[in-house]
């Protein structure tokens, strides 16, 4: 049957969009979209196609809160208790050079990166606070050579003037800052598309085999399509298509307000040791977090939000982010992250034709180009 489809092509279409790909990547988020983008530059005449089952990229990458971060203080060092120094620092490297890269492959201006600043809030008697008081300088002091000056700073004054409530103490570092998940997302599959790679929206890969000489990926509409490698970049979905991978797929919710007169809050925020994060955008406030009111319930793939998370949300902001301050909210939306038992990604060939780079957490905006750069380098 594939010689008679294949002899209803003309010519032209059978030598440019129809001959076999060397690749195909699964999944147009910002892995899938980079790993293709670093391929075809290595193999310039390669024929690589990235196959979305979105009507555009519709996964975690353009679902996040464009948090451009490597790790608030209480996370890098509940890090450095369970797994050493050497492993905290070695993560906290990659994201900060990840988004270095990032930065530089797209500009700045293109992502809509604003560097005013990440920061972490406590509450009054917040435990949490007097951990990262307690072992503040060492943690600083250990993350000093890799960005070569001190990176985090108490500013509690700053509580009052970004118009907290209930907040006690305020960590800044200057290295931080929002960006437009957006731009960015737009931006990379402009940049993808200039560069020669194909890509097919709406094209779902319900499965995939592999024999001696290629893969075979069936796809929605019940087409066939066979590759000489593939790179599965579904993150979050991953176990769809590889039931045994360790990747525990994670909902996480998310809030935007209408824009407040006056708004005095500029920058990230991480709060409740990094459940709820939130930032000014567009003159509003975007907020999520919750996933540990309800862990089970959060383990989907399915998109949607919940009245529990979702009250919890807007009662931070009622009580602490937008104090007496009235507000709209104007959208809410979901989106699936991939966790596992351990924060470090998946990035591995499973076969000799089929790989894998997946379980980004929620860091990938920080580590995501340098995930692709990995897992181009493990297809030939
Ligand atoms: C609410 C939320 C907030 C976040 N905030 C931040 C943040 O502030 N900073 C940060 O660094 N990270 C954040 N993250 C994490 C970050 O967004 C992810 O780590 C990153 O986007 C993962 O990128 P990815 O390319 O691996 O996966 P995805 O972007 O999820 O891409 C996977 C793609 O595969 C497609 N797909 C799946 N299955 C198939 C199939 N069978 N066939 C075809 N296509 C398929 C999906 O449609 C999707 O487009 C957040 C995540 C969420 C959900």
Not at 184 to 200: C, H, I, Q, S
Not at 232 to 250: K, W
Not at 260 to 266: E, N, Q, S, V, Y
Request: charged share 25%; proline share 4%.
């Amino acid at each position: 049957m594939a010689g008679a489809k294949e002899a209803m092509h003309s010519v032209w279409e059978s030598r440019q969009f129809h001959r076999t790909p060397d690749l195909v990547v699964i999944g147009a988020g910002i892995v899938g979209l980079f790993t293709a983008l670093f391929h075809k530059r290595r193999h310039p005449h390669h024929h690589v196609i990235v196959l979305e089952r979105g009507p555009f990229p519709s996964g975690a990458s353009v679902k996040n809160a464009g948090f451009a971060c490597f790790g608030s203080p209480s996370e890098l060092m509940a890090d450095l208790e369970k797994e050493g120094a050497e492993a905290m620092l070695a993560r906290v490297e990659n994201r900060w050079k990840g988004l270095l890269e990032l930065r530089a492959e797209l500009g700045d201006a293109a992502i809509g990166f604003e560097p005013s600043g990440g920061h972490e809030i406590y509450a009054a008697h917040d435990p949490l606070y007097t951990r990262v008081a307690d072992r503040f300088d060492t943690l600083n002091d250990a993350l000093g050579p890799i960005f070569g000056k001190a990176v985090f700073r108490w500013n509690d004054e700053a509580v009052r003037d970004f118009g907290l409530k209930g907040i006690h103490h305020l960590v800044r570092t200057d290295l931080e800052g929002p960006l437009d998940t957006g731009l960015l997302m737009g931006a990379l599959l402009r940049k993808v598309l200039a560069e020669g790679v194909f890509f097919r929206p709406r094209t779902e890969v319900i499965s995939l085999e592999e024999d001696a000489t290629n893969v075979t990926l069936w796809l929605n509409g019940e087409e066939e399509l066979e590759a000489a490698n593939v790179m599965i970049c579904t993150n979050g979905y991953a176990r769809e298509l590889l039931p045994n991978m360790d990747v525990i797929s994670a909902r996480g919710q998310v809030l935007k307000t209408a824009p407040i007169p006056g708004l005095k809050l500029r920058g990230t925020f991480h709060y409740d040791e990094g459940f709820y994060y939130f930032r000014d955008h567009a003159g509003g406030v975007l907020l999520g977090g919750g996933r540990n009111l309800d862990f089970a319930g959060e383990t989907t793939t399915v998109d949607g939000t919940t009245p529990l998370i979702q009250d919890a949300l807007e009662k931070l902001l009622c009580e602490v982010i937008l104090p007496e301050q009235p507000f709209t909210i104007i959208q809410r939306w979901s989106g699936i992250m991939g966790m596992g038992n351990s924060k470090t990604p998946i990035i591995e060939k499973r076969s000799e034709r089929v790989a894998v780079a997946v379980r980004l957490g929620g860091m990938g905006v920080a580590i995501g180009i340098r995930v692709a750069r990995q897992a181009a380098a493990l297809i030939h």
